[in-house]
């Protein structure tokens, strides 16, 4: 079992930055990928990005290249998402989830852990 914990969705103007955070707790955090979802209202959680184990290889979505940044440190269990020129389409639900496999690191169907979310509202 692993338990996810998001935190620092907030409110911010566009243009603005943030940072999430998802705290693991539980067995062998360093084990699984990780991942950034984001779900809008009346919408499917969609993938923004993804973390391996050792931070070898990360993914992103087309949106979010050049504009997010993932990371993780397995010391403190933690994974990251700062967001920079944020815009009003940005606004959703964001959530943190683990994985044990590569090869469906976009779909979130294939993760089997997830935190609560954060809300993340950007105003124009």
């Known amino acids: 079992q692993v338990q996810l914990v998001e935190s620092g969705g907030g409110l911010v103007q566009a243009g603005g930055s943030l940072r999430l955070s998802c705290a693991a707790s539980?067995?062998?955090?360093?084990?699984?990928?990780m991942g950034w979802f984001r779900q809008a209202p009346g919408k499917e959680r969609g993938f923004v990005a993804a973390i391996s184990r050792s931070s070898g290889s990360i993914y992103y979505a087309d949106f979010a290249e050049g504009r997010f940044t993932i990371s993780r440190d397995n010391a403190k269990n933690t994974v990251y998402l700062q967001m920079n020129s944020l815009k009003p389409e940005d606004t959703a639900v964001y959530y943190c989830?683990?994985?044990?496999?590569?090869?469906?690191?976009?779909?979130?169907?294939?993760?089997?852990?997830w935190g609560q979310g954060t809300q993340v509202t950007v105003s124009a």
């Open positions: 989830g683990a994985t044990p496999t590569t090869s469906m690191l976009r779909l979130a169907t294939y993760y089997n852990y």
């Open positions: 539980g067995r062998a955090f360093s084990s699984y990928i």
